[in-house]
């Protein structure tokens, strides 16, 4: 499990790794005692990375039995990140990488809230799976009509995209048995949205990509524009 500072503390880490059989994977809080600590590794025991001068050392923690993982990145201005794990053979290559892609996942959380992605529907596992899905399909539409909506477009926030192209367009939903249809009517770039939902079973078969929708009860999804 890749965490935040939340997770630094020994208690939860030691919970989830003897109880849960699981690896937590979390930033240290620079503390006094861990700056001296980070100040004491020997130079010689940093490697040059991808990801910079990295050293990986055993270290211990309060309330956690037994030895863990230090991964300690020192920058250029003298300043540390550093992560820590249970995962006593886990190497730099590895703890580096696996943090940078929980960001990833924060940044995608951030800048979607508009979606709702959020909020839990319901308690029920269907009823969130669905919703879920749906707004990560909703989110590759926006992505993907940015996209084709040219250089000025591509830097902006599928949030802001959403405001300034879709916020208001009208449509209608209706399921016909293994279909669903959806209908749009005329908007200012309907011809980007066509190009790419027009026809939209027969290019997902041509890429490869089976058009039913699982979660959707294997229908197909049909985008009519008028």
Sequence with gaps: MVADQEWYCGQLIQARHTQCGGTVLTPIKSSPKRLREFDAVPLETYDQTVWGHVAAVSTTMTDFDGPLRLVLKKR???????????????????AMPTDTNRWRIENFFAENAF???????????????????????????????????????????????????????????????????????????????????????AKLEKAGVDPRVPWLGNRRLRFTFH
């Design 115 to 201: 979606l709702g992605v959020n909020h839990l529907p319901s308690l029920h596992l269907n009823a969130i799976q669905t919703r879920l899905s749906l707004r990560l399909l909703a989110f590759h539409v926006m992505d993907n009509f940015r996209h084709d909506l040219g250089p000025a477009y591509q830097k902006k926030t599928p949030e802001l995209i959403h405001r300034e192209c879709i916020d208001g367009v009208q449509g209608r939903v209706q399921l016909r048995g293994n279909l669903i249809a959806i209908s749009i009517y005329g908007f200012e770039h309907e011809a980007a949205a066509a190009a790419l939902l027009t026809n939209l079973d």
């Design 76 to 94: 250029h201005d003298g300043t540390y990140f550093a992560l820590i794990t249970p995962a006593c053979a886990m190497t730099a290559d590895t």
